[in-house]
């Protein structure tokens, strides 16, 4: 009998969850997710400034991608309540999945409890591992020098990203660290690299068991630069974001779909532009898939072609 394949996907917000709505449904995989929680906007901002609890809105997201089935709980877990007037205040704007797991965390006196408990509820297929259990505030140094504070405004400024860091020492889940140890394979992405997946990296433990590990690591690019993070990236500049901050790179998965023009166009008129190589030879692995799909004129990653890539890589 063949021994399991132990999968980690690194990162947070949609692709990560994207990536895990594929890989779920392999055969002879153990997959984990270590997700950030250096979120500070919208609902997830919030409750962790009310209730002192680690940001979960990108667990959230990876808790549905990877529930056994679309259930109607799994579907409300992404309900938001309108907030008509924009007044912030009860639960207007919330997710029902962020109030659930508050109040799970407080039920059970842990963050981490209460994520494996309602990914239980859930049928959850894999493990969801907070990347720490300590409330943190990512910050960004700009090219100019300049220090943002909070990952929510870290796009927002017209500058370039020199590194991501946090102000205080962040201590990993022992779980994450045994999660990498034991790792044969490692995905970072897809998703913003410095808000979502580096948020993750540069906890030291986290950074050091992914220099140390034997797996390989794989970076799943993204199709599209993201406006005030990566204007004007190559595949090569995303690559060269996770080495300058200690995240080891062994291949890069790249979607060589053809973008219709005209989805091409809108995402110009919002300042995204396609993520194109631009160097022929490599210190690591370039594997062009088709991985896209196009629907109403937005680019997304087709979970069934990255379902179809990770069996790929799986079996090599």
Sequence with gaps: MNKKQNIVIIGGGHGQAAICRGVKNLSDVNISAIVTVADDGGSTGRLRRHFHIPAMGDIRNVMVALAESETMLSELMDYRFEDPDGSGQDVSGHNLGNLILTALTQQCGSFLEAVRTFGNVLRVRGDIIPAT???ITLYARMDDGVIV???ANIPNISNHIRMVFYDTDVKATPEAIRAIENADLIIYGIGSVYT???????????REALQRTKAERIYFCN?????GETDGFSVEDHVQALLDHGAPVDAVLVADDEIPEEIVKHYEETGSKTVRLEQKNHP???IERNLLCFDNGLIRHDPEKIRAAAQSLVEE
């Design 133 to 135: 259990t300590q409330v």
């Design 149 to 151: 504070r909070g990952e």
């Design 223 to 227: 199709a599209m630069t993201q406006p």
């Design 284 to 286: 690591y692995r370039i």
């Design 196 to 206: 979502s997946i580096l948020p993750n990296v540069i906890i030291p433990e986290i």
